[in-house]
């Protein structure tokens, strides 16, 4: 069984070649799990497109790859919160399963048999939590859509301890873009990413989640694969930029005309401070969306400048946990995601280190 999530088909028109590439990515996903296993059981778990009522041609997408995969693959969907549930009870997904035997929309929580195991499937809903939290079956294994508190502090609903998670040996969700492996818990991660933040994340590579169906110990057959190649490379000058039709990104304050090039600001600016007297606690009002640099540049105006900075690529997924607290002797992020150059699979989940309940000052 291959799972994945968060493909956002549709996303950033704006930029039709990061529109496309998110197709491309999908396509050359899919043909790996089939090139792996002609038979498999995909399942998405919510947000494969972007909006709830796809354009013609995103659908038609999806009919392509389905039908590219064969008749001997077996697909199952849940709506995310972009491609959820409507008012009259359907979602996206419908669309697609409609008279396909092979094509399953789950519109509901719903238990499910695949292979010798049992799993429960909750979409993403109003009350979504409750149901995981009334559920009294037999399933070991939960299958959703959303993001805990250690997932993603900032989009986290719900924490990992919560004692409803007690009766399920082995959660996968979708939501969280960033690849997330911690005891029982799993993201499937994005299939590609329009978010430069991510773009440049060393935790943000394109995945999928592989776990076998047909063996007792199910827990004990989690992989995650990992699409290095579909990562956007980043560049330090323009003239790096030499393939058309590949995204780059490049870490300057400076504006482009070239369209492959997505720039991560260097500095941030205050919209609105025309005094030049005004304390930061003051103008940061004027800011029309205030930033993870703005804020840390407010809390923490005391704190050594290196530190400052570390912590400010961790709060925009440039660094992971360890970077930031020292913990391991890592190269740069430039460095690690250009030396990622091949697809890998990793086998055992990484242990996380949860910081949430320290002030993050005194771990610098």
Same mark, same amino acid.
């Given at each position: 069984?291959?799972?994945?999530? @968060?493909?956002?088909?549709?996303?950033?028109?704006?930029?039709?070649?990061?529109?496309?590439?998110?197709?491309?990515?999908?396509?050359?996903?899919?043909?790996?799990?089939?090139?792996?296993?002609?038979?498999?059981?995909?399942?998405?778990?919510?947000?494969?497109?972007?909006?709830?009522?796809?354009?013609?041609?995103? !659908?038609?997408?999806?009919?392509?790859?389905?039908?590219?995969? =064969?008749?001997?693959?077996?697909? !199952?969907?849940? /709506?995310?919160? #972009?491609?959820?549930?409507?008012?009259?009870?359907?979602?996206?997904?419908?669309?697609?399963? !409609?008279?396909?035997?092979?094509?399953?929309?789950?519109?509901?929580?719903?238990?499910?048999?695949? =292979?010798?195991?049992?799993?429960?499937?909750?979409?993403?809903? *109003?009350?979504?939590?409750?149901?995981?939290?009334?559920?009294?079956?037999?399933? +070991?294994?939960?299958?959703?859509?959303?993001?805990?508190?250690?997932?993603?502090?900032?989009?986290?609903? *719900?924490?990992?301890?919560?004692?409803?998670?007690?009766?399920?040996?082995?959660?996968?969700?979708?939501?969280? #873009?960033?690849?997330?492996?911690?005891?029982?818990?799993?993201?499937?991660?994005?299939?590609?990413?329009?978010?430069?933040?991510?773009?440049?994340?060393?935790?943000?590579? /394109?995945?999928?989640?592989? *776990?076998?169906?047909?063996?007792?110990?199910?827990?004990?057959?989690?992989?995650?694969?990992?699409?290095?190649?579909?990562? /956007?490379?980043?560049?330090? @000058?323009?003239?790096?930029?030499?393939? @058309?039709? $590949?995204?780059?990104?490049?870490?300057? @304050?400076?504006?482009?005309?070239?369209?492959?090039?997505?720039?991560?600001?260097?500095?941030?600016?205050?919209?609105?401070?025309?005094?030049?007297?005004?304390?930061?606690?003051?103008?940061?009002? #004027?800011?029309?969306? *205030?930033?993870?640099?703005?804020?840390?540049?407010?809390?923490? $105006?005391?704190?050594?400048?290196?530190?400052?900075?570390?912590?400010?690529?961790?709060?925009?997924?440039?660094?992971?946990?360890?970077?930031?607290?020292?913990?391991?002797?890592?190269?740069?992020?430039?460095? +690690?995601?250009?030396?990622?150059?091949?697809?890998?699979?990793?086998?055992?989940?990484?242990?996380?280190?949860?910081?949430?309940?320290?002030?993050?000052?005194?771990?610098?």
């Amino acid at each position: 069984m291959y799972l994945f999530a @968060d493909a956002h088909l549709g996303v950033n028109k704006r930029n039709k070649l990061l529109y496309s590439k998110s197709f491309e990515a999908l396509e050359h996903i899919v043909s790996f799990i089939t090139e792996q296993q002609k038979n498999a059981v995909i399942v998405n778990l919510g947000d494969l497109w972007d909006n709830v009522t796809p354009k013609p041609a995103e !659908y038609s997408f999806m009919q392509y790859l389905i039908d590219k995969a =064969g008749l001997d693959v077996s697909w !199952y969907g849940i /709506p995310g919160n #972009h491609d959820m549930i409507t008012a009259d009870d359907a979602c996206a997904w419908n669309v697609l399963s !409609y008279k396909e035997k092979r094509i399953k929309s789950i519109n509901e929580p719903t238990e499910i048999v695949i =292979g010798k195991h049992m799993f429960y499937f909750v979409p993403y809903f *109003v009350g979504m939590l409750d149901a995981i939290n009334e559920y009294k079956g037999d399933a +070991k294994i939960l299958l959703s859509h959303f993001s805990t508190n250690q997932m993603n502090y900032f989009a986290g609903i *719900v924490d990992e301890s919560d004692a409803m998670f007690n009766k399920f040996d082995l959660i996968i969700t979708g939501d969280t #873009h960033t690849n997330y492996d911690s005891g029982k818990w799993h993201t499937c991660g994005s299939t590609y990413f329009s978010k430069v933040d991510e773009m440049v994340s060393p935790n943000s590579i /394109p995945s999928v989640v592989f *776990v076998d169906e047909n063996t007792e110990n199910i827990a004990s057959t989690f992989k995650r694969h990992v699409f290095s190649t579909l990562k /956007p490379k980043i560049i330090s @000058d323009e003239i790096e930029a030499v393939e @058309d039709t $590949s995204i780059y990104v490049m870490f300057n @304050d400076g504006i482009s005309n070239k369209q492959n090039i997505i720039y991560k600001r260097l500095t941030e600016s205050i919209e609105g401070d025309n005094t030049g007297n005004e304390s930061m606690e003051e103008s940061i009002t #004027h800011i029309g969306s *205030v930033t993870f640099d703005s804020l840390i540049n407010t809390s923490y $105006s005391d704190m050594d400048d290196s530190k400052r900075n570390r912590l400010k690529r961790f709060c925009n997924r440039q660094i992971d946990i360890d970077e930031l607290l020292n913990f391991s002797n890592t190269v740069s992020t430039v460095s +690690k995601i250009e030396e990622s150059v091949t697809d890998e699979v990793i086998e055992k989940p990484v242990n996380v280190v949860n910081a949430n309940v320290v002030d993050i000052s005194d771990l610098l």
